[in-house]
Nanobody, 123 residues
Framework: QVQLVESGGGLVQAGDSLRLSCAAS????????MGWFRQAPGKEREFVSI????????SYADSVKDRFTISRDSAKNTLYLQMNSLKPEDTAVYYC????????????????WGQGTQVTVSS
């Protein structure tokens, strides 16, 4: 079992930055693919970024590429999402996810999800 707890969301203005954190507990952190997803009101949950199991390579949705950076600190069992140049369309609840399979996480079928943290970007 893996427990995930997100933090760091808030209300910011367009152009500002935020760093989200996801504290993981329960299993060996490095054995899992970790990722971020988001869900805006009335929309489906969408992929934001993944840091893959084993390779540690990262991928991003086109909408956040070059603005967001995913990273993990294995010593702290924490996943991060640095979000720069925020736009109003980034407004959503952001979720952290973990799965032993890279493919399952990318398909939004991760076994473990956090409770979400709200990010609101005003224009």
């Amino acid at each position: 079992q893996v427990q995930l707890v997100e933090s760091g969301g808030g209300l910011v203005q367009a152009g500002d930055s935020l760093r989200l954190s996801c504290a993981a507990s329960g299993r060996t952190f490095s054995n899992y693919a970790m990722g971020w997803f988001r869900q805006a009101p009335g929309k489906e949950r969408e992929f934001v970024s993944i840091i893959r199991r084993i390779s540690g390579s990262a991928s991003y949705a086109d909408s956040v590429k070059d603005r967001f950076t995913i990273s993990r600190d294995s010593a702290k069992n924490t996943l991060y999402l640095q979000m720069n140049s925020l736009k109003p369309e980034d407004t959503a609840v952001y979720y952290c996810a973990a799965d032993a399979s890279n493919a399952a996480l990318l398909a939004r079928r991760a076994d473990y999800w956090g409770q979400g943290t709200q990010v609101t970007v005003s224009s």
